[in-house]
C-alpha cells in the first residue's frame, strides 16, 4: 500500500493528543478512612474497575478514530501492478472514438455525439501531462488523429470539439485493431484503450476475432454514451422490384420499415416520392424490433431515369435513417435486333414486337439476317432475337457474353433454318440445354401444360389467371438430358420445356423450343405472342431492377457497368462537389470504379453537359439499429484487461486507480466515522456511575 498524500502522514502525531488528555485529567484525592464505610469499600473497588475498562476503551477509540481521519487524509492506495512502476510513469494512451451514423442519435441534452465530445474533453484533462496520447476515429477505414502520439492536450480538444459525426458506418474491432498496432510500437511500460462509443449494433461485424484484439498487459476502459431506451424506426431498404418496365405499366416498389425500439409505434405515415412528387402513402404500426416489408405500386408519369426515395413523415431519435433513395430507370423507347433467315418466323416476331412500325413506338424492331447482324454494333441494340436464325460466325460466345455483362439479353428461337450443332454449342456453355433434334409434336408434346404466370414476362398481361393460354404446336426441339443451370418458364404435359431461363453475368437468355413459323405452331395468331414478345423484349432490355446498382452506400466503394461510349470521362456532381471518373472500357462496354462516397443524397453521373444518369447515395442499413449490443462475448473480443466506466464516474478517479491501485480514503474515513459513534455511545455514562480517577 502507498500514499499520495503522504506528507499528511506527519499528522498521525496527533494521536497522542488522547492520551495526552487522559493523563492531565487523572486526579489524585487524598485517602481518609471512615469506619462506618468500611462496608462500601469493596464496592467501590469493583465499580473503579469498570470505570477504568471504559476509559481506556474511550481512550484507545478516540485514538484511533484521529489515526484513521489522517490515514484517510493521506489517501491511501492498494498498489496495482502498474502502481509498481511509479505515478510519474509515462502511459500511450488510444481514445477510440465513435462518430459513425448512430451517434447523430437525438437525445435531450443534444446527439451521443456530443456527449461523447463532453467525455472526451474530461478524459484528456484527466491523462497526465507526460502521456503519449492519439486517437482513432471509428470511420469505415479507421483515422488517426494526429500522425504519431502526442502529449500537446489543447490540439487533441480542439480536434474533438470540431469534428462531426459521419453518416456511414465504423467498426469497433477495427478501430481497436489499429488501437494495438499504436501499442505494439510503443516504448511506455503503461499501456491504456479508452473506447467511447454508443455499442450499437452496427459498430460489430457479424463475426467476431477468434482471438482477443489487445493483450492483457493493456489496461482497457470502456465507456458507454447515449440513452439505451432511445426508439428508433427506420426505412432500412428501398428498391424498384418489378423486372419488366415499360411506360404506361404500373411500377411496383418494394420498402422495409424496422422498428429497433422496445416500444410499439402506430401509424406511422410513410411516403413514396418520384423526382419530388409523392406517388404513393399508407400508414405502418410496428411491434417492438418488428420489422416489415410492405409494397407500393403506382404508375410513372414520363420515362428516363428517375431519382426516388420512401420517407417516414414522423421524425424520432435518429432522422437520417427516415428516407431511403432508390433510382427508377423507365426506358423511353427500346432498340430490338430481330436477327434471322428471311421468312416468316423472324417477320412474324418483328410484327408482334412492333404492329404499327410507327416512329414513336415503344419498341423499334430492326429486322437483319445472320451477316448483316455480324457487321453491326451490338450495343445500339437493347435486346438481340435470335428467330430461326442459321449458323452466326467463329467467335459469337466470348461477343455474347460480354453483351450480357452490361446487363442485357439474349432471345433464342428455333425454326426451319435453325443451325442445331452451331446454336447448341454457345448455348449450352452459357448454361442452357443443348438442341439435338427437331421432333414432331404428339399430342402430349403440343400444348402448354404449366406457365409460370407469376414470372415477370407475364407482369400486367393478364387481369385474372386465364384457364388455357396455350398456342397448338407441331414441332419441337428436343434438348439434351445433362443437367445445366436453366429453369423453365413454360412446360409442357410430358414433361418436356417450351421456355427456358438462364441469367449470364447480368444479362439473361430465353430459348424457346419451338418457333413462331406457321409450319411449326399457331403462336402467331394466339393472343399471347404479342404481349410475350414484348414482355420479353422489356425483361430482356435489363431496366427492370437496373436502378438497384445506382443506389450505393456510404462508406463503400462500388463499380458500375455502362454500355459502350466513345467517351471514358465522367463527372459525378452533387450540390457541394464534384468528383472526376475515368471509365476503363471492357467488351461490350464500359467499368466505371467509383470510390467510397462519405455523403448521402443525390448525385448526377455527367460527360460534358450531358447527364448520364442519377445515382442516390444511403446511409449503412445498419445504422438505424441504434440499441446498444454489449453483451460479454462481444467485449471479450477487444481483449486487455477491460472496465466498465460508469456515466457519473470521474475519469481523474478511474486513471489514478488503474494506474496506482485503489484508492483506500473512503474506507478509512468510514472506519473513523464507526470510531467515533462508537464512543458517543460508549461514554453516555449515567452521573451515578461516574466515579473519579
Same mark, same amino acid.
Given at each position: =500500500?502507498?500514499?499520495?498524500?503522504?506528507?499528511?502522514? !506527519?499528522?498521525?502525531?496527533?494521536g497522542l493528543i488522547p492520551i495526552l488528555i487522559h493523563l492531565l485529567n487523572r486526579q489524585r484525592f487524598k485517602q481518609v478512612d471512615f469506619p462506618t464505610l468500611r462496608f462500601l469499600q469493596e464496592m467501590q473497588r469493583q465499580k473503579m474497575r469498570r470505570v477504568r475498562v471504559r476509559q481506556w476503551i474511550l481512550l484507545a477509540l478516540r485514538t484511533l478514530a484521529i489515526l484513521a481521519l489522517v490515514v484517510a487524509m493521506a489517501r491511501p492506495?492498494?498498489?496495482?501492478? =502498474?502502481?509498481?512502476?511509479g505515478g510519474d510513469a509515462r502511459a500511450s494512451v488510444v481514445l477510440v472514438l465513435d462518430r459513425s451514423a448512430s451517434m447523430r442519435t437525438e437525445a435531450p441534452s443534444g446527439t451521443r455525439f456530443r456527449e461523447l465530445q463532453t467525455r472526451a474533453q474530461e478524459l484528456i484533462e484527466s491523462l497526465g501531462s507526460a502521456d503519449d496520447i492519439q486517437i482513432v476515429w471509428t470511420d469505415p477505414t479507421p483515422q488517426l488523429f494526429p500522425d504519431s502520439p502526442t502529449q500537446h492536450h489543447a490540439l487533441l480538444r480542439e480536434a474533438i470539439e470540431s469534428a462531426e459525426p459521419l453518416e456511414s458506418g465504423g467498426s469497433l474491432v477495427d478501430a481497436v485493431g489499429v488501437a494495438r498496432s499504436i501499442l505494439g510500437k510503443s516504448q511506455n511500460l503503461l499501456k491504456e484503450v479508452y473506447v467511447l462509443s454508443d455499442y450499437s449494433i452496427s459498430a460489430w461485424p457479424e463475426r467476431l476475432p477468434e482471438t482477443p484484439l489487445l493483450p492483457d498487459d493493456v489496461k482497457l476502459y470502456v465507456v458507454h454514451v447515449g440513452n439505451v431506451e432511445d426508439q428508433n424506426v427506420g426505412v432500412v431498404d428501398a428498391k424498384i422490384t418489378s423486372r419488366l418496365i415499360a411506360p404506361g405499366r404500373p411500377i411496383e416498389l418494394s420498402f422495409t420499415v424496422a422498428n429497433s425500439g422496445d416500444g410499439a409505434v402506430t401509424d406511422r405515415i410513410v411516403s413514396a416520392y418520384l423526382d419530388g412528387r409523392r406517388v404513393a402513402q399508407t400508414r405502418l404500426t410496428l411491434a417492438a424490433g418488428e420489422s416489415r416489408t410492405e409494397r407500393f405500386r403506382f404508375v410513372p408519369e414520363s420515362a428516363g431515369d428517375q431519382a426516388g426515395y420512401v420517407r417516414l413523415e414522423d421524425t424520432d431519435a435518429l432522422a437520417d435513417d427516415d428516407l431511403r433513395r432508390f433510382v427508377l430507370r423507365v426506358p423511353s423507347r427500346l432498340n430490338i435486333a430481330v436477327v434471322g433467315a428471311d421468312d416468316a418466323a423472324r417477320r412474324l416476331t418483328a410484327l408482334a414486337l412492333a404492329p404499327t412500325g !410507327?416512329?414513336?413506338?415503344?419498341?423499334?424492331?430492326?429486322?437483319m439476317t445472320t451477316e448483316q447482324f455480324e457487321g453491326?454494333?451490338?450495343?445500339?441494340? %437493347?435486346?438481340l432475337f435470335f428467330v430461326d436464325a442459321p449458323a452466326l460466325a467463329g467467335g459469337f460466345e466470348e461477343r455474347a457474353r460480354a453483351y450480357l455483362q452490361t446487363g442485357r439479353g439474349i432471345f433464342v428461337t428455333g425454326g426451319p433454318n435453325f %443451325?442445331?450443332?452451331?446454336?447448341?454449342?454457345?448455348?449450352?456453355?452459357?448454361?442452357?440445354?443443348?438442341?439435338?433434334?427437331?421432333?414432331?409434336?404428339?399430342?402430349?408434346?403440343?400444348?402448354?401444360?404449366?406457365? %409460370?404466370?407469376?414470372?415477370?414476362?407475364?407482369?400486367?398481361?393478364?387481369?385474372?389467371k386465364p384457364a388455357d393460354i396455350s398456342p397448338q404446336f407441331s414441332k419441337i426441339?428436343?434438348?439434351?438430358?445433362?443437367?445445366?443451370?436453366?429453369?423453365?418458364i413454360i412446360e409442357g404435359a410430358a414433361g418436356n420445356v417450351f421456355l427456358y431461363e438462364v441469367t449470364q453475368g447480368r444479362g439473361r437468355v430465353l430459348f424457346l423450343?419451338?418457333?413462331? %413459323?406457321?409450319?411449326?405452331?399457331?403462336?402467331f395468331r394466339a393472343g399471347v405472342f404479342p404481349p410475350l414478345m414484348t414482355g420479353s423484349a422489356a425483361y430482356l432490355a435489363g431496366f427492370g431492377g437496373a436502378g438497384e446498382q445506382l443506389a450505393l452506400t456510404i462508406g463503400q466503394s462500388s463499380e458500375l457497368v455502362l454500355r459502350k461510349n466513345a467517351d471514358l470521362q465522367y463527372d459525378l456532381t452533387s450540390n457541394t462537389n464534384t468528383l472526376r471518373l475515368t471509365a476503363s472500357p471492357v467488351s461490350g462496354g464500359q467499368v466505371l470504379k467509383l470510390p467510397a462516397l462519405a455523403d448521402g443524397g443525390d448525385y448526377l453521373l455527367r460527360q460534358a453537359d450531358r447527364t448520364v444518369m442519377p445515382i442516390v447515395v444511403n446511409i449503412p442499413t445498419g445504422e438505424s439499429a441504434i440499441a446498444p449490443l454489449m453483451d460479454d462475448a462481444h467485449l471479450a473480443a477487444l481483449g486487455g484487461q477491460m472496465n466498465a466506466i460508469e456515466s457519473s464516474a470521474s475519469f481523474g478517479t478511474i486513471i489514478r486507480e488503474g494506474r496506482f491501485g485503489r484508492e483506500l480514503w473512503k474506507l478509512f474515513l468510514m472506519i473513523a466515522l464507526g470510531l467515533l459513534i462508537a464512543e458517543m455511545f460508549i461514554a453516555r455514562t449515567p452521573k451515578t456511575e461516574a466515579v473519579p480517577a
Amino acid at each position: =500500500m502507498t500514499f499520495l498524500n503522504s506528507a499528511l502522514l !506527519a499528522a498521525l502525531s496527533l494521536g497522542l493528543i488522547p492520551i495526552l488528555i487522559h493523563l492531565l485529567n487523572r486526579q489524585r484525592f487524598k485517602q481518609v478512612d471512615f469506619p462506618t464505610l468500611r462496608f462500601l469499600q469493596e464496592m467501590q473497588r469493583q465499580k473503579m474497575r469498570r470505570v477504568r475498562v471504559r476509559q481506556w476503551i474511550l481512550l484507545a477509540l478516540r485514538t484511533l478514530a484521529i489515526l484513521a481521519l489522517v490515514v484517510a487524509m493521506a489517501r491511501p492506495v492498494l498498489r496495482s501492478e =502498474m502502481g509498481l512502476l511509479g505515478g510519474d510513469a509515462r502511459a500511450s494512451v488510444v481514445l477510440v472514438l465513435d462518430r459513425s451514423a448512430s451517434m447523430r442519435t437525438e437525445a435531450p441534452s443534444g446527439t451521443r455525439f456530443r456527449e461523447l465530445q463532453t467525455r472526451a474533453q474530461e478524459l484528456i484533462e484527466s491523462l497526465g501531462s507526460a502521456d503519449d496520447i492519439q486517437i482513432v476515429w471509428t470511420d469505415p477505414t479507421p483515422q488517426l488523429f494526429p500522425d504519431s502520439p502526442t502529449q500537446h492536450h489543447a490540439l487533441l480538444r480542439e480536434a474533438i470539439e470540431s469534428a462531426e459525426p459521419l453518416e456511414s458506418g465504423g467498426s469497433l474491432v477495427d478501430a481497436v485493431g489499429v488501437a494495438r498496432s499504436i501499442l505494439g510500437k510503443s516504448q511506455n511500460l503503461l499501456k491504456e484503450v479508452y473506447v467511447l462509443s454508443d455499442y450499437s449494433i452496427s459498430a460489430w461485424p457479424e463475426r467476431l476475432p477468434e482471438t482477443p484484439l489487445l493483450p492483457d498487459d493493456v489496461k482497457l476502459y470502456v465507456v458507454h454514451v447515449g440513452n439505451v431506451e432511445d426508439q428508433n424506426v427506420g426505412v432500412v431498404d428501398a428498391k424498384i422490384t418489378s423486372r419488366l418496365i415499360a411506360p404506361g405499366r404500373p411500377i411496383e416498389l418494394s420498402f422495409t420499415v424496422a422498428n429497433s425500439g422496445d416500444g410499439a409505434v402506430t401509424d406511422r405515415i410513410v411516403s413514396a416520392y418520384l423526382d419530388g412528387r409523392r406517388v404513393a402513402q399508407t400508414r405502418l404500426t410496428l411491434a417492438a424490433g418488428e420489422s416489415r416489408t410492405e409494397r407500393f405500386r403506382f404508375v410513372p408519369e414520363s420515362a428516363g431515369d428517375q431519382a426516388g426515395y420512401v420517407r417516414l413523415e414522423d421524425t424520432d431519435a435518429l432522422a437520417d435513417d427516415d428516407l431511403r433513395r432508390f433510382v427508377l430507370r423507365v426506358p423511353s423507347r427500346l432498340n430490338i435486333a430481330v436477327v434471322g433467315a428471311d421468312d416468316a418466323a423472324r417477320r412474324l416476331t418483328a410484327l408482334a414486337l412492333a404492329p404499327t412500325g !410507327a416512329a414513336e413506338a415503344f419498341v423499334h424492331a430492326v429486322e437483319m439476317t445472320t451477316e448483316q447482324f455480324e457487321g453491326s454494333d451490338w450495343n445500339t441494340y %437493347d435486346a438481340l432475337f435470335f428467330v430461326d436464325a442459321p449458323a452466326l460466325a467463329g467467335g459469337f460466345e466470348e461477343r455474347a457474353r460480354a453483351y450480357l455483362q452490361t446487363g442485357r439479353g439474349i432471345f433464342v428461337t428455333g425454326g426451319p433454318n435453325f %443451325d442445331l450443332r452451331a446454336h447448341g454449342v454457345w448455348m449450352q456453355a452459357l448454361g442452357l440445354p443443348a438442341p439435338i433434334d427437331v421432333e414432331e409434336a404428339g399430342e402430349a408434346l403440343s400444348r402448354w401444360s404449366k406457365v %409460370d404466370l407469376e414470372h415477370p414476362l407475364f407482369e400486367g398481361v393478364f387481369l385474372e389467371k386465364p384457364a388455357d393460354i396455350s398456342p397448338q404446336f407441331s414441332k419441337i426441339l428436343s434438348t439434351s438430358k445433362q443437367r445445366t443451370v436453366a429453369s423453365a418458364i413454360i412446360e409442357g404435359a410430358a414433361g418436356n420445356v417450351f421456355l427456358y431461363e438462364v441469367t449470364q453475368g447480368r444479362g439473361r437468355v430465353l430459348f424457346l423450343t419451338s418457333s413462331p %413459323d406457321p409450319q411449326w405452331s399457331t403462336m402467331f395468331r394466339a393472343g399471347v405472342f404479342p404481349p410475350l414478345m414484348t414482355g420479353s423484349a422489356a425483361y430482356l432490355a435489363g431496366f427492370g431492377g437496373a436502378g438497384e446498382q445506382l443506389a450505393l452506400t456510404i462508406g463503400q466503394s462500388s463499380e458500375l457497368v455502362l454500355r459502350k461510349n466513345a467517351d471514358l470521362q465522367y463527372d459525378l456532381t452533387s450540390n457541394t462537389n464534384t468528383l472526376r471518373l475515368t471509365a476503363s472500357p471492357v467488351s461490350g462496354g464500359q467499368v466505371l470504379k467509383l470510390p467510397a462516397l462519405a455523403d448521402g443524397g443525390d448525385y448526377l453521373l455527367r460527360q460534358a453537359d450531358r447527364t448520364v444518369m442519377p445515382i442516390v447515395v444511403n446511409i449503412p442499413t445498419g445504422e438505424s439499429a441504434i440499441a446498444p449490443l454489449m453483451d460479454d462475448a462481444h467485449l471479450a473480443a477487444l481483449g486487455g484487461q477491460m472496465n466498465a466506466i460508469e456515466s457519473s464516474a470521474s475519469f481523474g478517479t478511474i486513471i489514478r486507480e488503474g494506474r496506482f491501485g485503489r484508492e483506500l480514503w473512503k474506507l478509512f474515513l468510514m472506519i473513523a466515522l464507526g470510531l467515533l459513534i462508537a464512543e458517543m455511545f460508549i461514554a453516555r455514562t449515567p452521573k451515578t456511575e461516574a466515579v473519579p480517577a
